[in-house]
Structure formats: structure tokens, C-alpha cells
């Protein structure tokens, strides 16, 4: 399987960066790809810059990433309560691809993380309800409280819960992607 990871986020000491990339570590065996928004930064979206330039190379550059994968993995940095700009203007510009939708029909396990108490679960439930509407087939959603408390840089989630969970969701991202690969190629 081949997975494509990243954080929305365009911090160079980005928490959500580092969860994307523990979470990782959980699919062994797996082909990952770990993205960094930096390498993707474009000018801000706008309707009549599309028009007269096209859509930016670097957005069909992350639109062809996604539909190269298997799975996304996702974990969004919350900025007053919605996404990144970093994120929001990737996704602005993706979306706007003739004949795609944003995700391309890719199944997602979204996450976030924050060093407050709910670990970003504002932007997360922003993300439910508008990721499915451009192609994003949420499969499991994780949310890490108190990022400084619950993750050590060396030894990833220490809090045994909450790695438990997501052990348990990264595991049933594997059989949900397997039984539907079966459905669809079923020798």
C-alpha cells in the first residue's frame, strides 16, 4: 500500500507533522510518503488569478501525489479554531482541478493534535463535515490532547490509551483498505 502523510501545517516544529509521522511508523511494510506543505507553497488562491494563470503547477503536483496513494493520512494543525492557511490554500487551490475532487476518492485517517486539551477537535469536526463533499473518505478520525504530555519526540504516544486507540484505528484503516481492495479484485 502506498501511503501519503502530512501535516497541515507549514511550521518547521509542527506537533501534527510529528504525529503524521509516528502514525506511520504503525503501517509496517508500507510504501510512505511524508509531505512537507513548505514544498507546496503557492500564491493564496484566488478566482480571477486562476483565470488569467491556470491552476498552479504545484497544485497538480500535490493532486497527482494523492491519486498516486492508497491512503492519506492527515493530521491538521488547528489556527483559531479552523485550518492552516498553509492548508486551507493547498486545498483551495486543489480543489478547483477540472473534473477531481480535492482527495480524489482516497480513504483518509484524519487526525490532530494540539497542546491544549482538545487537541485540535474543532478543526477536525470542520473537516468531517467537508472533506467527504471533495472526494475524502474519512475512515477513522484520531484526536491527540495535550500533545506535550501524551507524546515523547524518542517514544511517540506515551499516554497507553490514547496509542491504544490509535493502534486499534490504524489497524482497522489495514482491514477496511483490504476487504475493499477485495471487493473491487476479488482473485
Known amino acids: 500500500m502506498k501511503i501519503l502523510a502530512f501535516a497541515g501545517s507549514n511550521s518547521s516544529k509542527s506537533i501534527n507533522k510529528d504525529l503524521v509521522a509516528y502514525t506511520t511508523t504503525l503501517f509496517k511494510g508500507d510504501t510512505v510518503e511524508l509531505l512537507d506543505l513548505n514544498d507546496f507553497e503557492m500564491p493564496l ?45 493547498i486545498f483551495d487551490w486543489v480543489s478547483r482541478i477540472q473534473n477531481r ?37 474519512i475512515h477513522e478520525t484520531f484526536v491527540l490532547p495535550n500533545f506535550y504530555e501524551n507524546f515523547d519526540p524518542s517514544k511517540g504516544i506515551v499516554n497507553e490509551k ?17 476487504e475493499d481492495s477485495l471487493l473491487v479484485n476479488p482473485n
Do not use: C, W
Open 101 to 137: 475532487k480535492a482527495f480524489g476518492n482516497k480513504p483518509i485517517l484524519l487526525m490532530s493534535t494540539s497542546p491544549g486539551g482538545r487537541g485540535g477537535a474543532t478543526v477536525l469536526e470542520a473537516a468531517k463535515g467537508t472533506f467527504p463533499y471533495f472526494g475524502g473518505e
Open 162 to 178: 490514547l496509542k491504544l486507540e490509535l493502534q486499534n484505528k490504524t489497524q482497522s484503516v489495514k482491514t477496511k483498505i483490504l
Open 45 to 89: 488562491f484566488s478566482s480571477d488569478r486562476a483565470a488569467v494563470d491556470g491552476i498552479h503547477p504545484m497544485a497538480l503536483d500535490f493532486a497527482q501525489k494523492i491519486d498516486e496513494s492508497d491512503l492519506l493520512i492527515i493530521s491538521l494543525a488547528e489556527h483559531n479554531g479552523s485550518y492552516s492557511v498553509a492548508f486551507k490554500n
